[in-house]
């Protein structure tokens, strides 16, 4: 294929409610989306997860635009691409930006499938008709606002629960949870907010039961990681730290974790991914699908990579209502009981709302 237009987007979404994590609140999310068009016209969706800020990553909205328009796009425009995995070594020579890296690399992957006649799930070599999924919970204004939360998700169906933790917010919270609700598959996301002195709460937690604990410590360590796991009985879930192949190999050497997060955005895109995946399936080590407040295009790729094998563990592809007022895609997301059904049909399985595309963008350049 050779791409001969790609219009970038910059969209605002207004949220149903506040999502407040240990690093901030979001109440609307603005990202990018990717429209890449091949020489024989099929059109093919991307979408940038970045945040404004650089709370997740160092990456920002910002960054990626200027990623894209000065560096990865020119690198794309008008070359052949015979399959979408020939994009990351062409992308080597540029450091890191995954999310930028990964926004560009999804519409060309949705293009093959497209052009092979696939679904993405088929192109990427996904078997699953349905894939289970999870819920996460941000930080509440009271412990009874998040329990009654809980039981309204667990009442729609979903498959388990991950709360948000911080220093202070966090054994008590979890405590009162389990007193609730004993039975319920529960993991808890502290985004990086404790050190190895916290160990003592850190252990606490194992009373729990606990599915898993993810990120406890600093966004770029597998070292202090690895010692914190042979301390505590609850496996720890690598999220920030891994953001490629080789962190996933050296963290799974070293023993930093029993299960791993994989973000599309967060590892540079699909194909690093699918990688990632098929290292963890065979040194036995479960993964799921994290979420990064994706718009319709974002989950639709997400759905696609949760139907590989290894994907064992419910992710956090919510459906489209959980979080938006309207979802730019046609259809929208549904969960039902607990499940969404992968698409068969081909490409992505969603077909992009123009109409609300249109009302929600705050500006738009096409490159040619």
Known sequence: MKLEQITVRHIKMPMKSPFTTSFGTIDEKELLLIEAIDESGIVGWGEAVAFVAPWYTEETLKTTWHMLEDFLIPI?????????????????????NYMAKSSIE????????????????????????????????????????LIDLLKSHVNKGYKRVKVKIKPGHDVEVIRAIRAEMPDLPLMVDANSAYTLNDMDVLQQLDAFNLLMIEQPLAVDDIVDHAKLQRKIKTPICLDESITSYEDARKAIGLGSCGVINIKIGRVGGLTEARRIHDLCKENKIPVWCGGMLEAGIGRAHNIALTSLTNFILPGDTAGSSHYWYEDIITPEVLVEDGYIRVPQTIGIGYTPNMKVIDKLTISRKVYQ
Do not use: C, M
């Open 76 to 96: 794309l425009l008008h070359k052949e691409v015979g399959h979408p995995d020939e994009v990351s070594a062409l992308f080597s020579s540029i450091r890191r």
């Open 106 to 145: 999804g519409a060309i992957w949705d293009i093959y499938a497209q052009q092979t006649k696939q679904s993405l799930a088929q192109a990427l070599g996904g078997d699953k008709k349905q894939i289970e999924v999870g819920i996460s919970v941000g930080i509440q204004s009271s412990t009874e606002a």
